[in-house]
Structures are given as structure tokens and as C-alpha cells.
């Protein structure tokens, strides 16, 4: 069974980076992986998601340039760096798992809890 735990978020300040964190079990070799986030009253929405082999990156066109999606296998983990953050980039943000390559969560079916991020001015 896939489990996915997140960890990382917390407070920042408008231009602090942080690093979330993926650690997952039960086979997620085979997935592709992705960090999708939901604001309050918005609905969840992709920020980047990562290929298998070869490794290949697509991000959300808006934060481009900011984040930094990457996995390591060998440590079933999967990073989102988030630079240069901004107070609306406020939002609890999921780690998924699944065999699709694309952007709509509803074609992921394994999700972590999420983990919250409080970004100020």
C-alpha cells in the first residue's frame, strides 16, 4: 500500500525558501510523484510533478523558476524547494503519487496529508 508523508512547511517570511519533504513506501519506484497545494476556499492545484526515468520536471507556469521539484530513489523521497515565496503561496501542500504524467489531481490517487505553509509579508 502507498503511503505518503510530507514534512517541511511551516511560517516564512515573503522571500524565505523552504524545502518540503516527500517519504514514501509501497512501491512509489514505479510512480511518477508531484506537490500539488489548495489555499483556503480554492481548489487543489498543481505546483510540479516528476517523471520516472527519464527525469523530466513540468511546473506550474506562474511559480517557473521558483521551485525545484527532485527525487531520490534511493531514499524513496521527493523534494519541493520553494525560493523567493510569496504571502498568496499560503496553502497546505500535498505530496502525489501515481502512473499518470499530468497536472490534474484527480487522476493521482495517492495522496499524504499535506503539510501547511503560512507565508507573510
Known amino acids: 500500500q502507498v503511503q505518503l508523508v510530507e514534512s517541511g512547511g511551516g511560517p516564512a517570511q515573503a522571500g524565505d525558501s523552504l524545502q518540503l519533504s516527500c517519504r514514501s513506501s509501497g512501491g512509489t519506484e514505479t510512480l511518477h510523484m508531484g506537490w500539488f497545494r489548495q489555499s483556503p476556499g480554492k481548489e487543489r492545484e498543481f505546483v510540479a510533478i516528476i517523471n520516472l526515468d527519464p527525469l523530466r520536471c513540468h511546473y506550474r507556469p506562474e511559480v517557473k523558476g521558483r521551485p525545484t521539484i527532485s527525487r531520490d530513489n534511493a531514499k524513496n523521497t521527493v523534494y519541493l524547494q520553494l525560493d523567493s515565496l510569496k504571502p498568496g503561496e499560503t496553502a497546505v501542500y500535498f505530496c502525489?503519487?501515481?502512473?499518470?504524467?499530468?497536472?490534474?489531481?484527480?487522476?493521482?490517487?495517492?495522496w499524504g496529508q499535506g503539510t501547511q505553509v503560512t507565508v507573510s509579508s
Open positions: 502525489g503519487a501515481g502512473p499518470s504524467y499530468c497536472v490534474r489531481d484527480v487522476d493521482w490517487p495517492y
